[in-house]
């Protein structure tokens, strides 16, 4: 599908630092590593890992993403002030391949409204901050923060001053997710035609998705000669998000004709990335999104079907196994043994080690004494289930609701908290959820508003899986949750219960909390 005369375009991931900036997506340490792992299996060239001075819990996931996590160049944000950048680089610098990435803004705007410097005194600035970044580490990067209504004659000063201060990547960032295509196109192209050492670095755009350009302005960079592009799985992001990964990365493989240009991602995995991503966030894709949506290959239109089926390229530009979303017929059950298992495990993408596997057998066989047919929607939720409950604070251990129309509930619930069990009784609640979520505000002492509650089945069926998504505030902050079970009431505490760990994490500082950037 490629071939020796296209660029490479270099994917730089930064779906756990701008992807976590998104209202209640922060992750703890074990979602991120597993992400970061997740990343590298994709074939993502620069992980952006964190904001490591933001806060102690960034600091953390930064440094053992740096650890231990090998196969990507593993990048941390850093404002252009000296303590910023060395705690990035106390961070980054366990990495095999680390990078430094500096951000300064340079439009007037924010010159005069958030700095108020002059353009020497930002140029004189940038320089130093880039110098001081490549004294630690060859790979910088440097950003002029809101380069997209940036002066272009200044524009051109600052990347010609940053690139000769060693700055191995410039960045072109639409903070505000303002620009169009044709504008993107024109600024990369100045930059290239005007700026005299731009060849010394790899042009780079980070898109925002405010009026929803931010893939085809990447892409329109990508046509005018970017070497880089900026993203994250899903798009997730602050406000709108960010340019999607999946897609700009279709684009290129799919439209290969025309840009002229691919990537190094392993295509198959991005369906499971996706997935992943949501599943640790709570932020659910939409029905209909390109590349990884429930419905992006599905042809339901008689007119359509009748074409595919003599046909199939007629429709689809894509294949569906090209992105990992191959369907299969494949029904495990009851009988089923583990190596069966472990067999659909590895074709869904997951490599589990054998402890893992045992646990995940486990639930397997109590699921599958509820349930007739295991699809791979079950599977996949066992699985995602075991890798991340790890370091969970409390579990769920068991339920009971006596209720009825006419009559207050009358709950028993019983939780854990590492080998201690806790349990209470109380008659309290509209229903048996509202009743259950009191008890957990109860035993756990976290008081929380919930703010939204959904239910969804994994697969078809009677009998199939009920997911429950919560979203709760606690102290001003949202909060995701989400549980898996065939009793929607079972995964309802289980959802209340992720998301009280996912508050004990930020509280007590093991998870991030960064909220002071806008790159
Ligand atoms: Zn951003």
């Keep these: 599908m490629s071939d020796s ?26 979602e991120k590593m597993e992400v970061a792992q997740t990343l590298v299996e994709l074939g993502v060239d620069v992980i952006e890992a964190g904001f490591p001075i933001a806060s102690p819990g960034d600091f953390e996931a ?3 993403i740096a650890k231990n996590i090998r196969g990507s160049v593993i990048c941390g944000l850093s404002r252009c002030r000296n303590a910023d950048i060395d705690r990035a680089w106390e961070a980054v610098q366990h990495a ?40 630690y580490c060859p790979n910088v990067e440097f950003s002029p923060e809101d380069a ?8 051109c000063r600052v990347v010609e001053a940053t690139i000769d201060a060693g700055a191995t990547t ?3 960032p639409d903070t505000v997710g303002y620009a169009t295509p044709s504008e993107m196109h024109k600024v990369i192209s100045l930059l290239r035609n005007r700026v005299p050492n731009i060849d010394k670095t790899v042009l780079s755009v980070h898109c925002h998705n405010d009026l929803g350009m931010a893939v085809a302005n990447s892409l329109a960079a990508v046509e005018a000669g970017a070497g880089q592009v900026e993203c994250t799985i899903n798009g997730i992001g602050e406000r709108a998000g960010n340019c999607s990964l999946e897609e700009v990365v279709m684009a290129l493989r799919t439209r290969n004709d025309f840009f002229k240009a691919d990537t190094r991602i392993a295509t198959q995995r991005l369906v ?3 997935r992943l991503v949501s599943a640790v966030t709570g932020i659910q894709v939409q029905r209909n999104k390109a590349i990884v949506g429930q419905n992006a290959f599905a042809h339901e239109a008689g007119i359509h079907q009748d074409g595919m089926l003599k046909e199939r390229t007629t429709y689809e530009i894509m294949r569906p196994e090209d992105v990992g979303c191959a369907k299969t017929d494949l029904v495990l059950g009851k009988h089923s043994g583990r190596a069966a298992l472990a067999d659909r495990a590895k074709d869904l993408g997951y490599d589990l080690s054998g402890e893992q596997l045992v646990t995940v057998f486990e639930q397997f066989k109590v699921l599958a004494d509820k349930k007739k047919d295991i699809y791979d929607g079950d599977i996949t939720s066992l699985i995602e289930q075991e890798i991340l409950a790890v370091n969970e604070l409390w579990s769920f251990s068991s339920y009971r609701v006596d209720t009825g129309t006419d009559r207050t509930p009358h709950v028993t619930l019983a939780i854990g908290r590492g080998q201690e069990q806790f349990s209470t009784e109380m008659a309290c609640g509209d229903g048996p959820i509202d009743a259950i979520f009191l008890a957990i505000e109860k035993l756990t002492a976290v008081p929380m508003v919930c703010k939204d509650f959904q239910v969804h089945s994994v697969t078809v069926g009677n009998d199939a899986q009920g997911e429950v998504l919560v979203e709760v505030e606690h102290n001003d902050r949202i909060y995701r949750g989400r549980g898996v079970s065939t009793d929607s009431v079972e995964a309802s505490a289980k959802a209340f219960l992720s998301a009280v760990n996912r508050i004990a994490a930020v509280t007590n500082g093991s998870a ?3 909220t002071a950037d806008r790159q």
């Design 5 to 30: 005369s296209n660029r490479q375009i270099v994917i730089f991931d930064t779906t756990l630092r701008d992807g976590e900036q998104s209202p209640g997506a922060s992750m703890n340490l074990a």
């Design 62 to 64: 930064v440094t053992e």
């Design 96 to 135: 095999q391949q680390p990078r430094i990435h500096v951000f300064l803004a340079t439009s007037a705007i924010h010159r005069e409204h958030k700095l108020n410097m002059g353009k020497d005194e930002i140029i004189a600035r940038a320089v130093e901050g880039v110098s001081r970044a490549a004294s």
């Design 148 to 155: 997209a209504r940036t002066e272009h004659d200044f524009l």
């Design 170 to 172: 410039v960045n072109i």
């Design 272 to 274: 499971l990335a996706s």
């Design 512 to 514: 991030t909390n960064n």
